[in-house]
């Protein structure tokens, strides 16, 4: 747990007037929320979505979630359910990873769960081209659906790169990706809890 109070890219902030990347959390799991279409840099996720996000049904829709995470923990965690003590061991252990992918009609409220940030056309770039990387796909280059229905009408799952393991939980997903994009997270945190504190001074 050292790692969660270790920043990486002290001095990385906000930039006034940048792009908006949110990073929400349930207490636990952290994802980072993006626009689904972004003007400056060209950046549209519905292309990549299909066929599973149909681009009619979402039109209307600003903005798309991800989050990376252990495949038999998302999928036990269907209808409110808890995943048991087994699911939870078992996902301890490397195996395969999915990508949540959730649609916002909106933008997030900043709030103690979800902290805002601005990046530079740059930055978004390469926070994109690491969400790409974690996507297994198909051949045409879109995302490879893992069922055609999430938890909602909204969200879906596609399958991902990477194994999920005690070392490697959907928190470090987060602050990597980030991370690479020159944000500032802790050096590694398996909990949500640092991740939202250091984005916070950031800000």
């Given at each position: 747990?050292?790692g969660?109070?270790?920043p990486v890219?002290?001095?990385f902030?906000?930039?006034?007037?940048?792009?908006?990347v949110?990073?929400?959390?349930?207490?636990?799991?952290?994802d980072?929320v993006?626009?689904?279409?972004e003007?400056?840099?060209g950046v549209?996720?519905l292309p990549?979505l299909r066929p599973?996000?149909d681009?009619g049904?979402?039109?209307?829709?600003?903005?798309v979630?991800?989050?990376?995470?252990?495949?038999?923990?998302?999928l036990a965690?269907?209808?409110?359910?808890?995943?048991g003590?087994?699911?939870?061991?078992?996902?301890?252990?490397p195996?395969p990873t999915?990508?949540?992918?959730?649609?916002?009609r909106a933008a997030?409220?900043?709030?103690?769960?979800v902290v805002a940030l601005?990046?530079?056309p740059a930055?978004y770039?390469?926070?994109?081209n690491?969400?790409v990387?974690?996507?297994?796909?198909?051949?045409?280059q879109?995302?490879?659906?893992?069922?055609?229905?999430?938890?909602?009408?909204e969200d879906?799952?596609f399958?991902?790169?990477g194994?999920?393991h005690a070392?490697?939980?959907?928190?470090?997903?987060?602050?990597r990706?980030?991370?690479?994009s020159g944000?500032?997270?802790?050096?590694k945190s398996?909990l949500?809890?640092p991740?939202l504190?250091?984005?916070?001074?950031?800000?």
């Amino acid at each position: 747990m050292t790692g969660a109070l270790v920043p990486v890219h002290r001095r990385f902030r906000s930039v006034p007037e940048g792009i908006p990347v949110f990073v929400v959390s349930n207490g636990f799991h952290t994802d980072i929320v993006v626009p689904l279409r972004e003007p400056v840099t060209g950046v549209a996720w519905l292309p990549r979505l299909r066929p599973a996000a149909d681009s009619g049904r979402f039109a209307a829709y600003q903005y798309v979630a991800f989050g990376w995470g252990s495949e038999q923990f998302f999928l036990a965690s269907g209808g409110g359910r808890q995943p048991g003590p087994g699911t939870v061991a078992r996902a301890l252990l490397p195996g395969p990873t999915l990508l949540h992918v959730d649609f916002y009609r909106a933008a997030p409220r900043p709030g103690p769960r979800v902290v805002a940030l601005r990046l530079a056309p740059a930055q978004y770039r390469t926070l994109t081209n690491e969400l790409v990387r974690s996507f297994q796909s198909d051949s045409t280059q879109a995302g490879a659906p893992r069922s055609t229905t999430g938890y909602s009408g909204e969200d879906f799952f596609f399958r991902a790169t990477g194994r999920y393991h005690a070392l490697r939980t959907c928190n470090d997903w987060t602050c990597r990706t980030l991370r690479r994009s020159g944000v500032r997270t802790p050096l590694k945190s398996p909990l949500a809890g640092p991740v939202l504190r250091q984005l916070r001074r950031a800000r």
